[in-house]
């Protein structure tokens, strides 16, 4: 996978000019808005020794879910998408395989009649792309669909359908002495192939939903194999739960863009000192999508209602970013 020749183009302006000039733009693609002012001021309160909310390198943990808020998420999550993918693939190998409703709509790329068949559809169409394989198979099933498949809205690879400003914050981020992690109700696994290349997040830094693996020894070669049952469900209550478990520490940012993620802001901003809780709010119907309160995906509504009394900063998509995607292609 190749890594991320569009983040190098602003590398260049988180770094400081000579003294006595200003320092350059760390957020470029985001407008001066307030939304702007209050990261900024936040990072820098934080990042002071002789500020009075400063916080030392180690305990600077910054958490971002991933579907909606680092990365688009429609028409559907974009794994599901993956997963219909592999399915169609699994059933030209062998047809057989197709022995419910579900899977044949997933076959035909039919989304409304995959919807249809429910909750218990869209586990079995997850549970013939995702299990009874190797972990280094299915990692590699997710390199290659990356490299093949498109967007059918931009053309773009999914993994280009990044927001830019997003990328910009991450990199302000851990220039400033932040660790950064994901920490999103989508696969560990899933997310584990690409994140290094898409957001410089390494795979010991994504926390994500899971299921139960065995180790085997296939061969006389040692495997992980993916399972069939859910493990850990990294969303709502379960986020601030995935934190603790792999981080061992509260984070002092956090950022989302739906309900499933108002847990982690919850905690994240609980307790002493400077903390900030942030919601991705999809505005922009031209550049990307508009959608909030109802839908399919991306439900926002506990965050909008209670965010903002909570002093949670609600980024406007359309009014704070001057650029959506890192590929400009899908403006």
Do not use: C
């Not at 190749?2 to 000039?21: C, N």
């Not at 985001?30 to 909310?53: G, H, L, Y």
């Not at 068949?117 to 299990?131: M, R, Y």
């Not at 989508?186 to 010991?204: H, L, S, T």
């Amino acid at each position: 996978m190749r890594k991320l020749a569009h983040m190098a183009a602003f590398v260049v302006s988180g770094v400081g000019v000579t003294s006595g000039m200003a320092l350059a733009d760390p957020l470029p693609s985001w407008n001066d808005t307030d939304a702007k002012t209050r990261i900024i001021s936040f990072v820098e309160a934080v990042t002071d020794p002789a500020s009075e909310d400063y916080v030392t390198p180690a305990d600077r943990i910054a958490t971002f879910d991933n579907d909606g808020t680092l990365w688009a998420e429609q028409p559907v999550y974009f794994q599901l998408i993956f997963a219909v993918d592999q399915v169609a693939k699994l059933a030209e190998q062998d047809p057989s395989i197709l022995t419910s409703d579900a899977l044949r709509a997933a076959a035909a790329g039919d989304y409304e009649a995959l919807a249809a068949t429910g909750k218990e559809g869209l586990i079995e169409v997850l549970a013939a792309s995702h299990t009874e394989v190797s972990l280094y198979q299915f990692q590699q099933d997710v390199a290659a669909w990356l490299a093949e498949a498109r967007h059918p809205k931009t053309g773009l690879r999914y993994d280009e359908m990044t927001y830019q400003p997003m990328l910009e914050l991450l990199r302000y981020l851990r220039d400033e002495g932040f660790a950064t992690y994901i920490v999103s109700g989508g696969g560990i696994q899933f997310m584990r192939v690409f994140a290094e290349d898409a957001y410089g997040i390494p795979p010991q830094q994504v926390i994500g939903s899971s299921i139960t693996s065995t180790y085997e020894v296939v061969d006389g070669v040692p495997v992980i194999m993916k399972g069939a049952e859910l493990f850990f469900n990294d969303d709502k209550a379960g986020k601030p739960i995935g934190i603790m478990h792999h981080i061992g520490k509260q984070p002092i940012l956090a950022g989302g863009n739906s309900d499933g993620d108002f847990e982690m802001l919850e905690f994240s901003t609980s307790g002493e000192g400077a903390r900030l809780g942030l919601y991705v709010h999809h505005t922009d119907a031209e550049r990307e999508w508009a959608y909030d309160r109802e839908g399919h995906i991306g439900v926002l509504n506990r965050g909008l209602d209670e965010g903002p009394d909570r002093g949670w900063l609600i980024v406007d998509m359309a009014q704070d970013w001057s650029k959506v995607f890192a590929n400009t292609k899908a403006e």
